[in-house]
Structure formats: structure tokens, C-alpha cells
């Protein structure tokens, strides 16, 4: 039996939003004849601002290795998981462009019916993590995806001090460093949503 795709489509500049691509990955190989298959979105930032900053390269680096997104991974997928970092409550211009992109597979109805889900990374723990889900969707919704989120009785939601939403996984960085380490709930969520994803792939097919 061919497995079912779930396809894992982020971008992070510096790092945080690609390590919880991993566990979303690590969610989605926990079900049975699910695949997940990680993608990142093309990159807009100008080479002048990568050569400047140690910690742009340091991400490029440990991503060097995932394959830019086309769409056909998307016309592809049986489900979706989409990571982009919190820009002003909002997704990322990366992802934007990306998505902006899609219109060829809005026409043929190419995402209608399948699962998503979403996650994020931000510096402040109020910066804007649930507008960054919810604004998300709605460029989901257009294409006829169904919505997945976390249960708010997950037990690692209500424990979690950082990061973490109903509307998605997320995670918080602070502000001393570019990058931190995902808290032990956080990466049980992003695990989570991208096993739960997988689920409902799997049980939509
Ligand atoms: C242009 C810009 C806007 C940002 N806006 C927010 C914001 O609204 N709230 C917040 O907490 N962090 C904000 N941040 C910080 C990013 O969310 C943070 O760097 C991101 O989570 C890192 O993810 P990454 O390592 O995957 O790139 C912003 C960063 C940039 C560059």
C-alpha cells in the first residue's frame, strides 16, 4: 500500500522553526503507513544579510540538507503541516511568496479536503504566536483544506509555561539568543499535531 504523504513546508532563518519541523516529522513517523516528507520555501533574504550574520549561517547550514518546495509536493500531499516564524503576528514574507504562488492549484481544487496544521516561533511569549495560526488558515481555508489543531486538554497545553496554542504548536525563543532549544512540551505538541495530522490523513484517504 502506497503510504500517505504529509508534507512538512516551513522556513526559518534562524533555526527555531526547523527544529520543530524535525519533531512535527518525528509525530508524523509515529503513525503506521504515514510518510513525511520535509520541505522549505525559497529564501528572499539578499546575500549581503546572510554574509553579516553568524547565526543565518549557522541555520543555512543545518538545513542545507532539506529540498526547496514545488507544487507538486503540495498537489501531492495528503496532508500538511506548514512552520514559519511569527513576523509582526503574521507569517513570514517567505512563506507568503510561496503561498502566493499557489493560485494554479486553487483552480483545480488540488488541496480541497485534506488536513493541516500549523506551527510557529517567536521571540516574546505574547508577540503574536495565535495570530501567526489564525492568519495561517485562512490562506487554508481559501484552498478547502480542513483545519487541525491541539485539544486545549492536551496535557502538555496546560502545562506548558512557553510555547504552545490550541491553534497550533508553537514555540518561544526570548530574547537573549536567535535560537533556542524546544522545552520538552514543546516538542511533545509539535509531535503531536504532526502525528494527529497524519491520523486524519489517514483516516480521510
Ligand atoms: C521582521 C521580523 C518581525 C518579527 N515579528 C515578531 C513578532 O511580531 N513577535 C515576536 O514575538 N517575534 C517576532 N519576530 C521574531 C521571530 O519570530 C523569531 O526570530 C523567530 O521565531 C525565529 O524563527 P526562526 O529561527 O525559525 O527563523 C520577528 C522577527 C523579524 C525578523
Not at 534562524?14 to 527544529?19: A, C, E, Q, S, T
Request: aromatic share 6%; proline share 4%; net charge neutral.
Amino acid at each position: 500500500m502506497e503510504k500517505t504523504k504529509i508534507l512538512v513546508l516551513y522556513y526559518s532563518m534562524y533555526g527555531n522553526v526547523f527544529k520543530m519541523a524535525l519533531e512535527v516529522c518525528n509525530g508524523i513517523s509515529q503513525v503506521e503507513n504515514a510518510q513525511a516528507i520535509l520541505r522549505k520555501v525559497p529564501d528572499l533574504l539578499p546575500e549581503s544579510v546572510i554574509s553579516k550574520n553568524k547565526d543565518i549561517q549557522r541555520a543555512i547550514e543545518w538545513q542545507k540538507d532539506v529540498a526547496e518546495a514545488t507544487l507538486d509536493d503540495l498537489r501531492n500531499c495528503d496532508g500538511l503541516l506548514i512552520g514559519t516564524p511569527t513576523r509582526f503576528g503574521n507569517m513570514c514574507s517567505q512563506m507568503r511568496n510561496f503561498l502566493d504562488k499557489t493560485g494554479p492549484l486553487w483552480l483545480e481544487g488540488a488541496l480541497k479536503g485534506k488536513p493541516a496544521g500549523i506551527f510557529t516561533s517567536s521571540v516574546s511569549l505574547h508577540g503574536g504566536q495565535e495570530s501567526t495560526c489564525l492568519a495561517t488558515m485562512l490562506t487554508l481555508l481559501h484552498h478547502g483544506m480542513i483545519i487541525v489543531g491541539i485539544p486545549s486538554s492536551t496535557p502538555e497545553l496546560m502545562k506548558t509555561s512557553t510555547g504552545g496554542t490550541p491553534y497550533g504548536a508553537s514555540h518561544v525563543v526570548g530574547l537573549n539568543e536567535n535560537f533556542k532549544e524546544l522545552s520538552e512540551e514543546e516538542k511533545q505538541l509539535c509531535r503531536f499535531l504532526g502525528k494527529r495530522v497524519a491520523e486524519i490523513a489517514l483516516k480521510l484517504k
